[in-house]
């Protein structure tokens, strides 16, 4: 006699193989969202670290008005404030999605409508920006010589 179809033994072969299988791909989506979002704190860790270079080549005082999902900053030299446009500085824009969940200067939070204010000593020490794009967030925070790192 011969049987048609599929033993039991059989059956729960393949429904393991498809769950290891689901498991593996499940995981594999979720590693490039990280990837992405640490790529675009990275971002804007780099253009804090820009600002305060600029205001120490410059000799100028840059002054930055941080909104939740973007940054304007003007530029005081010579007694005058100029709009620096940041498009000049760098080449990649607010990244998709990201938000400023709270800023401190010196373990302080900073006020409502406070700038931000880079310094031509490069003394910007102090400054740490939570960012987050709604699923993920991070620390971007500065060191006494003005660069900005990146800290989860």
Do not use: H
């Not at 033994?9 to 429904?15: A, K, N, R, S, T």
């Not at 791909?25 to 640490?38: H, I, K, Q, W």
């Not at 780099?46 to 120490?56: K, N, P, Q, V, Y």
């Not at 760098?90 to 900073?110: A, D, E, Y």
């Amino acid at each position: 006699m011969s049987y048609k179809g599929f033993t039991l033994i059989e059956m729960i072969i393949v429904i393991v193989i498809i769950a290891v299988m689901s498991a593996v791909v499940t995981l594999n989506v979720g590693a490039p969202n990280y990837s992405r979002f640490m790529g675009g704190v990275e971002k804007l860790s780099s253009t804090m670290s820009i600002l305060s270079d600029e205001a120490i080549f410059t000799s100028s005082v840059i002054s930055c008005d941080v909104d939740t999902t973007s940054l304007s900053c003007k530029k005081y030299r010579d007694g005058e404030w100029n709009d620096l446009q940041l498009r000049r500085l760098v080449s990649w824009g607010w990244p998709t999605g990201f938000k400023i969940v709270r800023i401190t200067v010196n373990g302080v939070p900073l006020k409502d409508k406070q700038p931000i204010r880079f310094l031509p000593s490069g003394d910007n020490g102090g400054i740490s920006i939570e960012v987050t794009n709604g699923e993920f967030s991070a620390w971007i925070d500065s060191d006494l010589s003005g660069r900005f790192k990146v800290a989860n």
